[in-house]
């Protein structure tokens, strides 16, 4: 910690995800073979019909600076989007697009949350809320689950988790890093505890929202008694494959997009022309054009989780949606590996990084000590290259 820094980053965690790519970069440039899976990146290229709009943006001339909310016509294309997938109408005040859905997220926490707001995170939860609301003065609050209740949480656990000082709830479903998928009969049974705190804002994180397999994908600001005290996070990284593009946006009560919008008129503005142009395709298009996305994902879950399965001492449910398996691995804690002492989920990521060469996450980072992530947003071959040394490090 350095002195001359502020308190606020002395005590901001680095992503772990990022930490985590950032080492495994490390090992492969002083010559060692690592296999990749611990960020949520898509290993597809970007849908055709998506490269094509951007090249046509540029030969358009594309290149001012865009409006802070984003540009008319794609807050139409983000309207339309909401209304055909997840029945909810909006208009184009109740929209602001943001760099990426992160940023919206910090976003909200900035305009919503004082000094000592608490915000219900049901656990696991995405590596960066804690800290977005930390930023914020916010007190992150956890809700812990377990991988035999499928990694929700109950009404009776989110009401016990409610206190006066509560002021958001946010979480994600598909889940980061889980792949819990709430039904809307949950989610009914989550806002029925709810609507008896009229305060609280709730955050939906539907950024995995097209890569579901269980078919029906359902929306808290669907509610009629929810819609106007929750605010629904989007984006096109994960379902388009447009990660590094940082398009994300936000759909809610008009009062908090003005605010979100004066926030980020100070910080960054506008977010990049030629991506927004983009975006109005990846959006038009119905979701069946990136269906052979979703069907290999599901392919993919269902080889990693066989190959999961033959390994001794990991604890696996079935993820309903996004593309990570978060795996209980506390059978190894107390144990010697290698003459190295598992302790934590951390030490284990570790050990399977230095000694079988594959990055994962440590469940630590998402609010749950006994399990570590591991994406298979890669190929098959790596999936299995990776399942195999892991299976081998073990015995």
Not at 81 to 100: C, E, M, W
Not at 127 to 148: F, L, N, Q, R, W
Not at 279 to 297: G, H, R
Not at 355 to 362: L, P, R, S
Request: proline share 5%; hydrophobic share 40%.
């Amino acid at each position: 910690m350095n002195p001359k820094l502020s308190h606020r980053v002395n005590e901001m965690s680095t992503s772990a995800t990022l930490a985590m790519a950032a080492k495994a970069r490390e090992l492969k440039e002083a010559g060692k073979d690592i296999i990749g899976l611990s960020l949520g990146e898509p290993d597809f290229t970007i849908p055709d019909f998506v490269k094509e709009a951007a090249i046509q943006a540029i030969h358009d001339d594309f290149h001012s600076y865009s409006p802070v909310d984003g540009y008319g016509d794609l807050k139409q294309a983000i309207i339309n989007k909401f209304k055909r997938d997840n029945h909810l109408n909006y208009n184009p005040a109740q929209i602001v697009v943001s760099t990426g859905a992160k940023q919206s997220l910090a976003n909200l926490a900035q305009v919503l949350l004082n000094e000592g707001d608490e915000v219900l995170l049901p656990a696991p939860y995405w590596v960066s809320y804690a800290d977005i609301s930390k930023v914020a003065g916010g007190i992150p609050i956890e809700i812990p689950t377990s991988i035999e209740t499928d990694f929700k949480i109950t009404p009776e656990a989110l009401e016990a988790a409610i206190t006066p000082k509560t002021k958001m709830m946010i979480y994600s479903s598909p889940c980061n890093p889980s792949g819990s998928v709430y039904s809307e009969k949950e989610l009914r049974a989550l806002a029925d505890v709810l609507i008896k705190y009229p305060d609280i804002i709730v955050i939906s994180d539907e950024i995995y929202e097209h890569i579901n397999f269980v078919g029906t994908h359902a929306s808290m600001a669907a509610f009629e008694d929810m819609y106007d005290r929750t605010v629904t996070v989007n984006g096109v990284s994960k379902a388009y494959s447009m990660t590094g593009w940082r398009i994300g946006y936000i759909g809610g009560p008009e009062y908090i997009a003005r605010a979100c919008n004066k926030m980020q008129g100070q910080v960054t503005s506008g977010a990049n022309c030629i991506a927004q142009r983009a975006t109005i395709t990846a959006l038009e298009n119905p979701p069946s054009k990136i269906k052979y996305m979703v069907d290999a994902f599901k392919e993919r879950r269902k080889l990693i989780l066989g190959l999961l399965s033959e390994i001794p001492g990991f604890k696996t449910n079935e993820p309903e949606g996004a593309f990570y398996v978060f795996p209980d691995i506390s059978y190894y804690f107390g144990k010697t590996l290698k003459e190295k002492n598992i302790n934590t989920a951390g030490d284990f990521a570790l050990f399977l990084l230095e000694e079988a060469g594959v990055a994962t996450v440590t469940g630590e980072a998402f609010g749950d000590p006994n399990c570590i992530r591991i994406s298979y947003a890669a190929s098959e071959k790596d999936i299995k290259d990776a399942m195999k040394r892991i299976k081998k490090v073990l015995e």
